[in-house]
């Protein structure tokens, strides 16, 4: 049935009363069209696209019924010691295929001053930071600490002048990495790495292995509640039977 607020919706915009007539006057013929075509569809029903409805129409109970509980019955909370020890269990999971490393990325104009100070004091970026950011807020035209967080070789070359093979081959050898282009000077110091092959960090992975241990849980949960709602209705079944 074609309810008044739909046609309030599409006439909402309506120049005046004239196009909201005509818009109205469109929207009910469409509306008309799509009803009368679809009751000749279904003049003659057919058996296949009935029970396809059926069983999508159960699906969709059982989805909805299954998400219901999980978001008021089931315990979310992962305990580190399960992300540990599934993380240990199943290593062959969790082998890179690219580099990721964490550091800190500083690009300044060529010509900067002081830039072997700059150098010293990015090998010890923890003990340096002061420094390092002062001197980022003078000269730098980009600046990046991701000492505390993972991030892939693509992301960090996005935005230094080297191929992906130039950098993995750097990044293989060296601490500092320093580039410069016409322009400017890029200075990558590297305060962590694994190379692809190695195993992905656990703090890397956690994520990954919260979602993984949350669908288990899921899974194991919903068949719980399946097996605990079946004894209940065969419990009931042969109380009635006595």
């Known amino acids: 049935m074609l309810m008044q607020y739909q046609l309030d919706d599409i006439t909402r ?13 469109a929207y ?3 509306w008309a069209e799509d009803v009368l075509f679809y009751e000749k569809a279904t003049t003659d029903k057919n058996q296949q696209i009935e029970t396809m409805v059926e069983q999508y129409r159960r699906e969709l109970y059982l989805h909805n019924y299954e998400e219901k509980l999980v978001q008021q019955r089931m315990n979310k909370e992962i305990q580190p010691a399960e992300i540990e020890a599934f993380y240990e269990a199943n290593g062959d999971l969790f082998l890179l295929d690219v580099p990721i490393l964490q550091g800190l990325l500083l690009v300044v104009p060529n010509g900067t ?5 700059l150098r010293r004091w990015m090998a010890k970026p923890m003990d340096e930071i002061e420094n390092i950011e002062k001197y980022a807020y ?13 991030r ?3 992301e960090v070359i996005m935005h230094i002048p080297l191929t992906q093979q130039e950098f993995v081959k750097q990044l293989s050898h060296n601490k500092q990495i320093e580039v410069s282009d ?9 305060t962590a790495v694994r190379m692809a092959g190695e195993k992905i960090p656990l703090d890397y ?5 919260k979602n993984i241990l949350l669908k288990e849980r899921e899974t194991a949960f919903i068949r719980a509640q399946k097996s605990a709602l079946y004894k209940e209705a065969d419990m009931l079944f042969r109380i009635k039977r006595k």
């Open 13 to 25: 915009n309506a120049v005046d009363s004239v196009d909201s007539a005509q818009i109205a006057d």
């Open 28 to 30: 009910i013929r469409h």
């Open 113 to 117: 001053p002081d830039i072997p100070k």
């Open 138 to 150: 003078t000269y730098a035209t980009g600046y990046e600490l991701f000492t505390d967080k993972w």
């Open 152 to 154: 892939t070789g693509d």
């Open 182 to 190: 016409t322009a400017q000077t890029y200075i990558l110091e590297v």
């Open 205 to 209: 992975a956690e994520p990954a292995i």
